[in-house]
């Protein structure tokens, strides 16, 4: 999967004006060279070994597993450089850029981790890099904007509409019309026309391969379930991808529930509450609005509020291979303290989604053991949780 047209069964494909069919037709054939070529191989397995740090460990939290009553493993992506699993695409997305003699790589970013890995590789690599950015994004995740900056990356606001991730996708699109020969816009997730979500999953893929490997050695078996959030889905069909075969493994997908998952614009349940349609340049599952266009989405996690999903996780929702399910903005603040305190890891509140689904899976008698993705470190949501949380968790004022 996908076939050559770029289709996840029914979903997928590539919805795009047809001015830029020849420059995706060009960035496939690329990719489809560079996945062949020794040479591009060999240097990429570099770079994630002696500039991200993989292979990222395996932990058993132990004291989780005592007090939820399954053994509970993580993956730490959290544990990359620049703090999530964002860099293992970004990574390649530069490379082949460089490969194909683009100067600039272009993107949009919701909670700032996609922005900052891309700054970085195109820092490494030698690549100007535009990053366009809601503006409610911008003000919620500055430390990542500085990062940016510093990185030498331009970081562009998009100031329309709800101000978040979806309009920066416009906004990049937008720029991205304007000169595609020269710039390469490197998606973010699993998700656009193809070759995009087959290209973002196949870098994306050493997460599972590699957890495959460790938790066999680790345990002498395959874990009984695998968990990892879903915003466009990249570290999810990350870690799931080595697996899908493995029918002993159950594969939970975790969608944001946010505020609401009975009203519109208060939540980002795609898989769960939206229907088949195009958006972005591919067919999937999306949340509509009365109208047809994309609805408001929202969830506490910057990363992972978008009204569609990657086109194989529609597919593997409709084969019933990954059951996907919700955790609302609570339930992930109460998880993100859970494993500062009990693990000292302070996970991402994307990751949060994850860590509190399985941990309901515990709740609800499941003893087989739990895997989840820990697709990314905390620091940057530390000043927003604390503004918004603290008290419930009993950090007051100091001074
Ligand atoms: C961006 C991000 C996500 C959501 O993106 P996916 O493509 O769904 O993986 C999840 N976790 C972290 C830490 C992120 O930065």
């Given at each position: 999967?996908?076939?050559?047209?770029?289709?996840?069964?029914e979903?997928?494909?590539?919805?795009?004006?047809?001015?830029?069919?020849?420059?995706?037709?060009?960035?496939a054939?690329?990719?489809?060279?560079?996945?062949?070529?020794?040479?591009?191989?060999?240097?990429?397995?570099?770079?994630?070994?002696?500039?991200?740090?993989?292979?990222?460990?395996?932990f058993?939290?132990?004291?989780?597993?005592?007090?939820?009553?399954?053994?509970?493993?993580?993956?730490?992506e959290?544990l990359?450089h620049?703090g999530?699993?964002?860099?293992?695409?970004?990574?390649?997305?530069?490379?082949l850029?460089?490969?194909?003699g683009?100067?600039?790589?272009?993107?949009?970013?919701?909670?700032g981790?996609?922005?900052?890995?891309?700054?970085?590789?195109?820092a490494?690599?030698?690549l100007?890099?535009?990053?366009?950015?809601?503006e409610?994004?911008?003000?919620?995740?500055?430390?990542?904007?500085?990062?940016?900056?510093?990185l030498?990356?331009?970081?562009i606001?998009?100031?329309?509409?709800?101000?978040?991730?979806?309009?920066?996708?416009?906004a990049?699109?937008?720029?991205y019309?304007?000169?595609p020969?020269?710039?390469?816009?490197?998606?973010?997730s699993?998700?656009?026309?193809h070759p995009?979500?087959?290209?973002?999953?196949?870098?994306q893929?050493?997460?599972?391969?590699?957890a495959?490997?460790?938790?066999?050695?680790?345990?002498?078996?395959l874990?009984?379930?695998?968990?990892a959030c879903?915003?466009?889905?990249?570290?999810?069909?990350?870690?799931?991808?080595?697996?899908?075969?493995?029918?002993?493994?159950?594969?939970?997908?975790?969608?944001?529930?946010?505020?609401?998952l009975?009203?519109?614009?208060?939540?980002?349940?795609?898989?769960?509450l939206?229907?088949?349609?195009?958006?972005?340049?591919?067919?999937?599952?999306?949340?509509?609005?009365?109208?047809?266009?994309?609805?408001?989405?929202?969830?506490?996690?910057?990363?992972?509020?978008?009204?569609?999903?990657g086109?194989?996780?529609?597919?593997?929702?409709?084969?019933?291979?990954v059951?996907?399910?919700?955790?609302?903005d609570?339930?992930?603040?109460?998880?993100?303290?859970?494993?500062?305190?009990?693990?000292?890891?302070?996970?991402a509140?994307?990751?949060?989604?994850?860590?509190?689904?399985?941990?309901?899976?515990?709740k609800?008698g499941?003893r087989?053991s739990?895997?989840i993705?820990?697709?990314?470190?905390?620091?940057?949501?530390?000043d927003?949780?604390?503004?918004?949380?603290?008290?419930?968790?009993?950090?007051?004022?100091?001074?």
């Open positions: 999967m996908p076939d050559a047209q770029g289709y996840f069964g979903y997928g494909g590539s919805f795009i004006p047809p001015q830029l069919e020849t420059i995706m037709t060009e960035i054939a690329a990719y489809d060279e560079c996945r062949n070529d020794p040479a591009f191989k060999v240097e990429l397995a570099r770079l994630y070994k002696h500039f991200v740090g993989r292979p990222s460990p395996i058993h939290a132990e004291n989780l597993s005592a007090k939820y009553g399954t053994d509970i493993y993580l993956k730490r959290d990359n620049t999530a699993h964002k860099i293992n695409h970004c990574l390649g997305e530069a490379l850029a460089k490969k194909m683009k100067t600039k790589l272009i993107a949009e970013t919701g909670a981790q996609h922005g900052v890995a891309l700054a970085t590789a195109a490494l690599v030698g100007e890099c535009d990053i366009y950015m809601g409610v994004d911008i003000r919620k995740e500055h430390p990542n904007v500085v990062r940016m900056r510093i030498g990356a331009n970081v606001p998009a100031t329309h509409g709800r101000k978040t991730l979806k309009e920066a996708v416009d990049a699109f937008e720029a019309m304007k000169d020969i020269n710039q390469l816009y490197a998606i973010g699993v998700v656009g026309p995009f979500p087959m290209m973002v999953r196949d870098f893929s050493i997460i599972g391969n590699e495959r490997e460790q938790f066999q050695e680790m345990t002498g078996s874990p009984g379930n695998l968990v879903v915003g466009g889905g990249s570290n999810a069909m990350g870690l799931f991808t080595a697996f899908l075969e493995d029918e002993g493994v159950k594969i939970h997908g975790a969608e944001p529930a946010g505020r609401s009975t009203e519109a614009g208060e939540h980002a349940a795609t898989l769960t939206g229907e088949p349609g195009v958006m972005h340049g591919f067919k999937s599952y999306m949340l509509k609005d009365e109208q047809g266009e994309p609805q408001e989405v929202y969830s506490v996690a910057s990363g992972l509020d978008y009204p569609s999903v086109p194989q996780h529609s597919h593997l929702k409709d084969i019933g291979r059951n996907y399910g919700t955790v609302s609570d339930e992930a603040i109460d998880a993100f303290f859970e494993l500062s305190r009990l693990e000292g890891i302070i996970p509140i994307e990751s949060s989604h994850a860590l509190a689904y399985a941990l309901k899976l515990a609800s499941e087989g739990i895997l993705n820990l697709s990314g470190r905390g620091d940057k949501d530390i927003f949780v604390v503004e918004q949380y603290g008290n419930q968790y009993g950090i007051d004022q100091l001074v």
